[in-house]
């Protein structure tokens, strides 16, 4: 199990950012070999980028609708307690305030942290942070 940010499924989707790596992650997913665990924020967000990405014309309607179709069987697991519970949210703060995160950013890391998991992401303030707390993804 690994928790999986916005930005990696993101780049695994979109034309001009998809990685070999980034769409094995998404078709390990689809097969169940990788299981990924997200914070409950995870579903406004990567649907929000999609949504910029249409904006930008980076990709059609169609295209957005058929990718958020594909995200929403994306079989992950959310964790909600960054949402619901008030230790989490404050150690969300604490950890995007120590590093200047975003609290986005800081509840896949306090995830991570949390459940002492490793973290995909393409973000490299993040990546950076997540190296530094010994809990980065090492993508090969």
Known sequence: ????????????????????QTRKILEDLQH?????????????EISNALLMAYRRKRIGREVLLQYLDVIAILPV????????????MKTVCQLAEKYELTTYDASYLELAVRLDLSLMTLDRDLHRVAVEM???????
């Open 1 to 20: 199990m690994i928790v999986i940010d916005c930005s990696v499924l993101v780049a695994s989707l979109l034309p001009d950012e998809i990685e070999a």
């Open 77 to 88: 697991t959310v964790n909600i307690a960054a949402a619901t519970q008030g230790d989490t």
């Open 32 to 44: 169940g070999i990788v299981v990924a665990i997200v914070p409950s924020l995870f579903y406004q």
């Open 134 to 140: 010994g809990v980065a993804y090492q993508m090969t």
